[in-house]
């Protein structure tokens, strides 16, 4: 008998052929004790396999596409103003609009939109307080093993035995409540570690927890199977006819809080979305109550068209050193772009109810508004003067790229080398050090005939077409910075006034 053919057991490489020790790893700036890490842009595999799983389907046909969906508000109840300067969040009684996002057994996602006066805040939420895995490279894996084959359930168990932190989450799923019987009967859990940011450089670590106010009801297997034939949009008839008949559900907003003089006394790493936060040692505090009371009046514009990005979050709210959520950042928005275009932030269901005024993000298809008209499409203009957001405003830090000191004012790179587990909000200044090797050029030029003459004539030829007296006048500066005699030779020899000034 012939022996069978062992196949050849293939090397693991990115897309492009270059091989890798590993599948599972992203790169990352780990934070002091190993919980938590931010993850780098240089982490190759993990971004490329994220924005790729973003693209594996094909956008959702016009039929059996399932979401349920509703809008509502959210309103304070509680004081958390010693934890956050999130606006939506601060103030007992303000309403913020809120707009938002079967009978089979899975994590049921919540998203929540929160249309504020300081921008969108969203929140990706599930129906579990754990997830499968904490590894962001994973979560694709994770997913793909989840679809449904007619034949086996070995891809769903190859992956889990193969990837065991999600244990926890198992528990979760094949307990009693995994089958919900209703949206309106489940809570909603973060998950990831998020921060919670004051204008004078305090924060804390949240986990959030909306908690439902009907109850937590939930199928068996039996009762799940029976309604999957007869009624497959259970879930979205139940809402909808719960708001129709006036009985608006709502759930109340709690968070748990570590400071972070309590981190080294966490009894589990806190950025481990794998891992619950005792709630004995970390009790819920409440916030406020969302109420969902009215119900979408088109299907497509309102909830199809839809996109919820945990990258989303308002001043006085952050990301953590939580690596899953550090991933969901990216891949959410990045999902939207494939699924809705680019512009789908404009997409009325999407848009703020906020001023929103970002010319550096213009152009692309299906962009239906003005478009910015001329004002100008590049960072670091004075042609078109605007105001920047400052921790001295009361809105908070800028929460997205680090932290403040505790006169407002951001933090240097040198000043945060101390504490280094914490990225800091810098942009590169400019220097003498950028003009030394300009001038060690230049003094080469004077060294080949006719060298910086020439220099000279084309860019005061080039200049000499900017109209605007004042940009002129600033170029001749940063020339002199290099040498004071190429600046006045720079402006004598172009013409110096414009034809048909524009300011």
Same mark, same amino acid.
């Given at each position: !008998? &012939? ?6 057991? @293939?090397?693991?490489?990115? &897309? ?11 790169? =990352?700036? %780990? ?25 594996? %389907? ?16 959210? =309103? ?40 504020? #006066? ?15 895995? #904490? ?48 949206? %309106? ?46 009624? @497959? ?19 109340? !907003?709690?968070?748990?809080?570590? #400071? ?49 990005? @945990? ?12 690596p899953m959520l550090q991933a969901r950042m990216f891949a ?33 298809? !299906? ?8 004002? @100008? ?38 000043? &945060? ?14 220097? &003498? ?11 080469? !030029?004077? #060294? ?23 940009? %002129? ?11 004071e005699r190429l600046g006045h030779m720079v402006e004598s ?11």
């Open positions: !008998m &012939a022996s069978e053919t062992v196949p050849k057991t @293939p090397y693991y490489t990115l &897309a492009e052929g270059q091989p890798l020790p590993r599948n599972d790893t992203s790169t =990352q700036i %780990r934070t002091r004790g190993g919980g938590g890490g931010f993850v780098l842009l240089t982490s190759t595999q993990l971004i490329e396999n994220l924005a790729h799983f973003a693209r594996e %389907r094909i956008p959702e046909r016009s039929v059996h596409a399932q979401a349920v969906g509703a809008k509502g508000y959210f =309103q304070v109840t509680n004081d958390i103003s010693d934890l956050t300067d999130a606006d939506f969040l601060n103030g007992i009684g303000k309403k913020t609009e809120r707009g938002s996002p079967d009978t089979v057994r899975d994590f049921r996602g919540f998203a929540m939109k929160f249309k504020t #006066r300081h921008g969108n805040q969203d929140f990706v939420f599930n129906n579990q307080p754990v997830f499968f895995v #904490r590894d962001p490279t994973k979560f694709p894996s994770l997913n793909r093993s989840h679809k449904r084959d007619p034949r086996t359930n070995n891809m769903f168990w190859d992956f889990h035995v193969n990837n065991q932190e999600s244990i926890h989450a198992l528990m979760f799923l094949f307990g009693d409540r995994g089958l919900p019987s209703s949206l %309106r009967h489940i809570n909603a859990y973060s998950q990831n570690t998020y921060m919670f940011t004051k204008s004078d450089g305090s924060y804390c670590y949240v986990r959030i927890h909306f908690l439902t106010n009907q109850g937590v009801h939930c199928f068996t297997n039996v009762e799940g199977s029976e309604l999957a034939g007869t009624e @497959p949009d259970l879930h979205l008839a139940d809402l909808q006819e719960a708001i129709r008949s006036g009985k608006f559900p709502s759930w109340d !907003m709690y968070v748990q809080v570590i #400071r972070s003089e309590g981190l080294d006394d966490a009894p589990v790493d806190i950025f481990d979305i794998t891992k619950t936060w005792p709630l004995q040692k970390y009790p819920r505090r409440k916030v406020g109550r969302m109420t969902l009371d009215k119900n979408p009046s088109n299907w497509f514009a309102e909830i199809e068209q839809a996109a919820f990005s @945990p990258s989303a979050m308002v001043p006085g709210i952050g990301p953590s050193p939580d959410y928005p990045d999902a939207a772009r494939y699924r809705l275009g680019v512009n789908y932030q404009l997409l009325p269901t999407n848009a703020p109810k906020s001023e929103v005024y970002c010319p550096i993000e213009r152009d692309g298809l !299906m962009n239906f508004t003005a478009n910015y008209g001329s004002d @100008p499409n590049y960072s670091g203009t004075k042609l078109h003067p605007v105001h920047f957001l400052r921790p001295e405003d009361g809105h908070g830090q800028d929460h997205h790229q680090g932290r403040v000191d505790g006169r407002g004012s951001l933090r240097t790179l040198e000043q &945060a080398k101390t504490g280094n587990e914490m990225p800091v909000v810098f942009s590169s200044e400019v220097t &003498a050090k950028d003009f030394e090797q300009a001038t060690a050029l230049w003094n080469v !030029m004077g #060294r080949q005939e006719g060298a910086q003459q020439r220099f000279v004539s084309n860019v005061s030829a080039h200049l000499s077409a900017a109209l605007t007296k004042w940009i %002129r006048d600033e170029a001749y500066a940063m020339f002199k910075r290099i040498d020899t172009q013409c110096r006034e414009p034809l048909h000034p524009l300011h």
